[in-house]
């Protein structure tokens, strides 16, 4: 093994011995001294925001749209609701196309080429900036239409969706096992049928909560939605019109000058990372869990 | 009823490696056929010929023919209606996790679009009598989950499954080998019921069971029939030495 | 056999008059369904459709920015990346203060991100007792999943003010005579976002590295144990060399996700174009002069400029990203990685 051809020789002798347990020991106090600080951050991000936001969170937050300036009160009734119509269009296309996506590659021609060039692109597409795909969805959408909308806010996320949706999706497809699928076919049912009433069937659970993973992180993105969906001050639940969002509102607020808007701020963050942290957990739960109860 | 099988000159390979060489045999209808023979040598293969389940590997390939009543059944592009009239049990049990009891056994004809709530409860009943699991779980069919059954009991689902399609045969691919003594009498009790109504083939690696429950038995060795004929003949006073070999203990 | 035989045959008998009729209908039935390849034609090529989608929707991408760029394409060609003049009044537009925004901070958060992801994963894999690794690395996963605005608002209220008043500060004192820390010094600059970019790829290089930690065979680590190695010794010859690969592969994927970082960027950097040897000065980075001038821009140039800028992040995080992917995959053998 090339591994043990270049190891360093283990001599023998008394300061040598020493030097290699001190090194041990410098190690171990290393990975420690690491963990522990980088736990403090998160530590110190989640504290902070427990701190800020839930005191500003109150029932005006959720019911409330933003007041003009130096007045005190409002909330963020309109991101909220604006972020609710943007996800809704987003999951609405990028849901369907992205399980779809991750059954064909578990299911038809799972070692071609096709597939894992499809893979390989998914993953691969994940970690492009957000930003350009705004971008491209402006060139798109916006330009033709010659005004920022909803619509658009939502494609943009809604194409940032499918990438992660169709690897979880296949990640979950592919934990069913095998004879599971055997005896779908054996009893003689068509291919469509086996896999989405049987193989879908089986592995829903995960699939589902692979889709709230997706959803909750394009949740809280900012830049696709800077020159799509733009913002808006007012109550607007048209998909034509410029529509605000939370994420957005937060950005908005925090490069602001006004402490007000910074309360703001932090509340709605709060309100995101709660969403966020849920989603994550679920995540974890079911795919530790494992997604079949008890079947061989 | 059930119908006789005919194979002739079938090959089949998983990738480059020629698991069955020039399998010739028929089988007779309404009666068991047990196929024996050691690990590996391609018993499993052959019976997943028989419908069509060897080409769902993406490896797998096939020649020759293979006739069911008279039906070539690889002379159709599409298994899916082979599979409808040739029922398998597979080794280890394999209900489906996210349904009852009665949802597995009614699934092969719902999900083929099944509709008749009346007989569909019979279908179901009939079948798990002949698998002689009904008194055990008639109680709450509806809403006992079929993967919370014992192992034994499983494999009795899946058997009732096979049988709700009212197939001409049934494979059974080593249907007992992960069950414990009682379950395994169980199931062999209930292949002595079910051959007269259907054509039974039941790969097994048990001797014994082979002649507890089957008219005929073939003796597969490294890919190849070595013998195949009447149970109590390959047991007492078989023609080829191979098979004295295997039957006496010498390997395998 | 009979009939009559068949039915005294099926244990116990049927329980209604129907039953035996209920035979036929049911083989009736299936042999009436025919073979589906219609409908299993359809649903195959819809699967195959959505697949097709992904990449799609990268020509996409890549269509509208080419197309929306090619006025500054034309007009500057390849000169535009190494022009440091940014002067959308007059018309003159050059990329490099961007590139090097990027790039510097990147690596800095590199800097500063890497030894302390290898240490945490080497704690979490190697050193950690078990009942505390599922919720450490639960910890660690849910720093990766705060959006970025989020660690944006926090670095302008938490981190800033203290960098601005102690670090800072202190690291013109040591540090002044390089040349990197010189006053003045206002919090926000290139520092600053190199801090809140390691912080927010840490958690990526981390799981990676714990994933190809794990994926190196027990076997690798008991034969340098046999020879009598001290557990870092173990570490470092038993694991780390037979997973360097993997690891390298996720630093590139850290690094990938430090070039397109945007939000928490905007917010801390202090967008001022311009070239400074000084790691306290604002600075500016690719992604970050998009986000803020892009819905502004008041002409055609100037919006193919920030497109073309925008074309060139899309092409260089592409590059990377599919360099990392290709070297995790080769040690975790194409396994989805999750979190990222």
Redesign the interface.
């Known amino acids: ?1 090339a ?2 051809t ?2 360093p020789p ?1 001599r023998a002798g008394a300061t040598n011995r020493f030097i ?2 001190i ?2 020991h ?3 106090v ?6 522990l ?3 403090a ?2 530590i ?2 989640f504290a ?2 427990l701190f800020k936001g839930a005191s500003s969170l109150n029932l005006n937050f959720f019911t409330q749209v933003p007041k003009p300036v130096g007045e005190l009160g409002g909330g963020m009734a309109n991101s909220i609701l604006g972020s609710g119509i943007l996800l809704a269009i987003a999951s609405l296309m990028g849901v ?3 399980i ?2 991750g ?3 578990a ?5 071609k080429r ?20 705004g ?2 969805v ?3 959408i916006v330009v033709p239409q010659k005004h920022f909308s909803a619509l658009s806010g939502g494609v943009a996320l809604g ?1 940032m969706m ?2 992660t949706i ?3 999706t ?2 979950m497809l592919l934990m069913v ?1 095998l ?2 699928r ?12 086996s ?1 989405l ?2 193989t879908l ?2 592995a ?1 659970p995960g699939v589902i909560t692979g889709c709230m993973l997706a959803f ?2 394009v ?5 696709p939605l ?2 799509t969906a ?1 913002g808006n001050q007012f109550w607007s639940t048209s998909i034509d019109q410029p529509i605000a969002a939370l ?1 957005l509102q ?2 908005v607020y ?2 602001s000058p006004y402490d007000e808007w ?1 309360r703001l ?2 509340a709605g ?1 709060l309100v ?2 709660v969403l ?2 849920v989603s ?2 679920l ?2 739960y079911v ?1 530790g869990r494992g997604v ?5 | 009823m059930g119908v006789g099988i005919d194979v002739s000159d079938l090959n089949a390979w998983y990738g480059a490696n020629h698991t069955l060489q020039n399998i010739s045999l028929k089988i007779p209808a309404n009666h068991a056929t047990a196929l024996i023979g050691p690990s590996g040598c391609g018993k499993s293969t052959f019976v997943r010929c028989l419908n069509r389940m060897h080409e769902t590997n993406p490896v797998g390939r096939v020649t020759g023919s293979v006739r069911v009543g008279d039906t070539d059944i690889y002379a159709q592009a599409s298994p899916v209606e082979i599979r409808r009239r040739i029922g398998m049990v597979f080794q280890r049990p394999n209900p489906f996790p996210t349904m009852s009891i009665y949802d597995n056994v009614a699934s092969g004809l719902r999900l083929n679009g099944f509709r008749n709530r009346k007989i569909l409860d019979d279908v179901v009943e009939r079948s798990l009598q002949q698998a002689a699991l009904w008194d055990e779980v008639k109680v709450d069919l509806k809403k006992k989950s079929g993967a919370s059954l014992s192992g034994g009991q499983q494999q009795r689902l899946c058997i009732a499954r096979a049988l709700a399609v009212d197939p001409e045969v049934m494979l059974m691919d080593e249907p007992a080998s992960a069950l414990d003594p009682v379950s395994t009498a169980k199931i062999e009790d209930l292949i002595f019921q079910l051959k007269s109504q259907y054509t039974i083939v039941i790969v097994t690696h048990n001797m014994q069971q082979a002649a507890r429950v089957a008219e005929n038995t073939g003796f597969f060795l490294n890919g190849k029939l070595v013998e195949f004929d009447a149970t109590h003949k390959i047991f007492t006073n078989p023609t080829d030495k191979r098979t004295e070999d295997y039957i006496t203990g010498r390997f395998g | 056999m009979s009939g009559e035989a068949n039915e005294s045959q099926t244990g116990g008998g049927s329980t209604t008059p129907g039953a035996e009729a209920a035979q036929s209908p049911v083989r009736a039935f299936l042999l009436s369904r025919g073979n589906s390849k219609l409908a299993d034609g359809v649903f195959s090529g819809l699967m195959l459709l959505c697949a097709l989608s992904i990449f799609a929707i990268v020509i996409l991408i890549l269509v509208e920015l080419i197309s929306g760029s090619k006025m500054t394409i034309q007009k500057f060609g390849l000169p535009f990346f190494f022009g440091s003049a940014w002067d959308p009044v007059n018309g003159n537009f050059g990329a490099l203060p961007f590139i090097y925004g990027t790039v510097v901070s990147s690596i800095l958060s590199l800097v500063i991100a890497v030894p302390l992801a290898l240490g945490v994963a080497i704690f979490l894999t190697e050193m950690c007792p078990p009942w505390l690794r599922s919720s450490l690395s639960f910890f660690t996963e849910l720093l990766a999943t705060i959006p970025s605005v989020v660690y944006g608002l926090w670095a302008i209220f938490v981190l800033i003010p203290p960098l601005r008043q102690y670090v800072n500060p202190f690291l013109i004192k040591i540090l002044g005579w390089t040349g990197f820390f010189v006053s003045p010094n206002y919090g926000f600059g290139m520092f600053a976002a190199g801090v809140i970019l390691a912080i927010m790829i840490l958690p990526i290089i981390s799981s990676l590295t714990r994933e190809v930690m794990s994926a190196v065979p027990r076997a690798q680590r008991e034969a340098v144990l046999a020879l009598g190695a001290t557990r870092w010794e173990m570490i470092r010859m038993g694991v780390l060399r037979n997973a360097r690969i993997g690891i390298v592969g996720a630093i590139i994927l850290g690094l990938g996700r430090a070039l397109g970082e945007t939000m928490a960027v905007t917010m801390v950097i202090g967008n001022r174009p311009e070239i400074v040897r000084s790691l306290l000065a604002p600075a500016y980075s690719m992604a970050s002069v998009i986000a803020n001038e892009f819905s502004e821009a008041s002409d055609q140039l100037y919006l193919s400029a920030l497109i073309e800028i925008g074309l060139a992040l899309f092409i260089v995080t592409i590059i990377v990203n599919a360099l990392a992917r290709v070297l995790v995959w080769a040690v975790t053998r194409g396994a989805p990685v999750r979190g990222t």
């Open positions: 093994m591994s043990t270049a190891m283990l290699r347990v090194f041990n410098l190690a171990t290393y990975a420690i001294g690491s963990t600080l980088v736990m951050p998160l110190a991000i902070y925001l369907p196309i992205g779809a996506a059954i064909y590659i299911e038809f021609g799972r070692d096709l597939s894992n060039m499809v893979r390989f692109t998914a993953d691969v597409l994940n970690g492009v900036p957000s930003i350009v795909m971008i491209a402006y060139t798109l194409i499918i990438p169709t690897r979880t296949e990640e096992p004879n599971v055997e005896a779908a076919l054996g009893l003689g049912l068509p291919n469509w049928r896999v009433s049987i069937r089986t829903s909750a992180r949740a809280g993105e900012t830049a800077l020159f733009f994420p937060i950005y925090a490069l910074h701020a932090w963050a995101l990372i966020i942290v994550v957990a995540v974890r795919a079949l109860k008890g079947a061989s």
